[in-house]
């Protein structure tokens, strides 16, 4: 098992930047597919990016460009670096992994991933 840890959301205004961080109690690098994903008020949950155990990268079409997503091969951590944030990106955004491979057409549904974190929130403000 792996267990995950959430940081870095917190409140900013529209236009600005956050990065967020999935520490890993484990190295999750060939090993686990790692996604990120989020959950809006009263919204289901929104599959944002994810990386598969090699590195593979696949972000959402609805992201368009904003996000970019970095993971240390050293140790267990995975970063969602966010840009030009809207109102609309507000949400709980939470990282999961799944051992082994995801094939592509599945790695942002959550019914994919086997653990999930507790999640951080991103607020951001008009």
């Known amino acids: 098992q792996v267990e995950l840890v959430e940081s870095g959301g917190s409140s900013v205004q529209s236009g600005g930047s956050l990065t967020l961080s999935c520490v890993a109690s484990r190295n999750t690098y060939g090993v686990y597919t790692m996604a990120w994903f989020r959950q809006a008020p009263g919204k289901e949950y929104e599959g944002v990016a994810a990386?598969?155990?090699?590195?593979?990268?696949l972000f959402a079409n609805i992201i368009t460009g904003r996000f970019s997503v970095f993971q240390e091969t050293h140790n267990a951590t995975l970063y969602l670096k966010m840009v030009r944030l809207r109102p609309e990106d507000t949400a709980r955004y939470y990282c999961?992994?799944?051992?082994?491979?995801?094939?592509?057409?599945?790695?942002?549904?959550?019914?994919?991933?086997?653990?999930w974190g507790q999640g951080t929130q991103v607020t951001v403000s008009s």
């Open positions: 999961a992994a799944q051992p082994g491979f995801v094939m592509q057409h599945l790695r942002l549904r959550r019914e994919s991933y086997t653990y």
């Open positions: 990386i598969d155990r090699y590195g593979e990268l």
